[in-house]
């Protein structure tokens, strides 16, 4: 697709810690594409760190981010192109129709509704990481100290002027789709970050727990106050008030654990990628720790 506009353009191929030969092939095609850089992270560390490791590497004005499933159609870059002269900063694409099962659907239609009631910032519908923008943005991306980034979410959250491309998104050509697990790690990520609501859900909670042992307790004064009072009604009072504070007491320490634990990954400033090695041209140079070519 960028063969068709003309312009000078390199294309940065991401390989996060691969354990099969697409490093040796990807190497081998650099030899006859002088445009391709292969860059080889460590380890496998995840899509938005493996995004944020090629923005680093990137030298051109403007980037496009597409991920590697082949599911957002490259010819859809001519249309963020066009979209992008008419004076926007940022252009991403927004999917038409999601081409999944129906359980896939439901989930994903889940999260995007609580990301638009709940969320800090108006969380794009439909919307990943397949976008163009400037080199200025991108390197916002990956200045954000937080080890957990969710790329279409913090792209959001730093603004500018941003337009989107509609598209049809394609079945996956290739490879495994993440499962049920990873999807909802993915989602409860977003909505940790861009969220407050549940610290405010747990508060409301703790409150309303609180109401509740104020009102036992006024009724247990007044049934004891009567001659006969009812000793069963009390104690089922009190069983369930018991319950109740469980459960919520659970839900606290739950919801504080998850945001003490990112805080504390953050406290341990350790970086989100480690690039090892840059391919090109069929060679390949290993990096140092300051990002130059290592001597050995």
Not at 101 to 130: C, E, K, N, V
Request: charged share 25%; net charge neutral; aromatic share 10%.
């Amino acid at each position: 697709a960028m063969d068709e506009t003309g312009e000078t353009y390199e294309l940065i191929i991401v390989d996060d810690g691969s354990d099969d030969s697409t490093h040796q092939l990807l190497i081998e095609e650099s030899k006859s594409r002088p445009e391709l850089r292969v860059v080889r992270l460590s380890r496998n560390f995840g899509q938005e760190p493996a995004v944020c490791g090629g923005i680093k590497l990137a030298r051109g004005r403007e980037l496009i981010l597409i991920d590697g499933d082949l599911q957002d159609p490259p010819t859809v870059i001519l249309d963020m192109i066009a979209k992008k002269r008419q004076g926007y900063d940022v252009v991403f694409g927004k999917k038409k129709k999601r081409k999944e099962g129906i359980f896939r659907r439901l989930l994903t239609q889940i999260f995007y509704l609580l990301m638009h009631f709940f969320s800090q910032i108006r969380f794009p519908m439909d919307a990943g990481i397949f976008s163009l923008m400037d080199k200025e943005v991108g390197e916002w991306l990956t200045n954000f100290p937080e080890p957990n980034k969710h790329v279409s979410g913090l792209r959001t959250y730093i603004g500018f002027n941003q337009g989107v491309v509609e598209y049809d998104r394609a079945p996956r050509a290739a490879g495994e789709e993440k499962n049920l697990y990873q999807l909802i790690r993915m989602g409860l990520n977003a909505f940790f970050a861009f969220s407050m609501f549940p610290l405010r859900l747990v508060g409301g909670a703790l409150f309303v727990v609180f109401l509740w042992g104020v009102g036992i307790i006024i009724h247990s004064l007044v049934m004891l106050s009567k001659s006969a009072p009812d000793a069963a009604v009390i104690t089922a009072h009190t069983d369930f008030f018991y319950v109740g504070c469980l459960t919520v007491f659970a839900l606290t320490f739950g919801v504080m654990a998850e945001y003490l634990g990112r805080s504390f990954e953050m406290a341990k400033g350790r970086p989100t990628f480690i690039i090892a090695s840059v391919g090109a041209n069929g060679r390949v140079e290993r990096l140092s720790v300051d990002g130059k070519p290592s001597d050995g």
